[in-house]
């Protein structure tokens, strides 16, 4: 079973930057990606941002473009998400998830594995 464990989420005012951490564990399917989601209240969970498990190839939504980064060290089986300059309407809680296979990577019904979520909240 693959488990995953999200991190370092927290309080900010717009303009500052956090990390997320999200740890890996199990690896009982063949991962072939990793992705980060978000879910404001109300709202239905939107993609982020995602990395190739093995090309490490990342893509991004539109909104965040230019200001997030997804990475990977392999050596800690993490991925993280670098947010810099951050919005008011960045707050949210996000998620990291992992899929396998080659269908969409920006449609979270892909994603068989989910952690728990950790909330960002971006006050103006």
């Known amino acids: 079973q693959v488990q995953l464990e999200e991190s370092g989420g927290g309080w900010v005012r717009a303009g500052d930057s956090l990390r997320l951490s999200c740890i890996i564990t199990g690896h009982s399917f063949p991962i072939s990606a990793v992705g980060w989601f978000r879910q404001a209240p109300g709202k239905e969970r939107d993609f982020v941002a995602r990395i190739t498990w093995t090309s490490n190839h990342a893509a991004y939504a539109d909104s965040v473009e230019g200001r997030f980064t997804i990475s990977r060290d392999n050596a800690k089986n993490t991925v993280y998400l670098q947010m810099n300059d951050l919005k008011p309407e960045d707050t949210a809680v996000y998620y990291c998830?992992?899929?396998?296979?080659?269908?969409?990577?920006?449609?979270?019904?892909?994603?068989?594995?989910w952690g728990q979520g950790t909330q960002v909240t971006v006050s103006s």
């Open positions: 998830a992992a899929k396998r296979g080659i269908n969409s990577s920006t449609n979270p019904e892909n994603y068989e594995a």
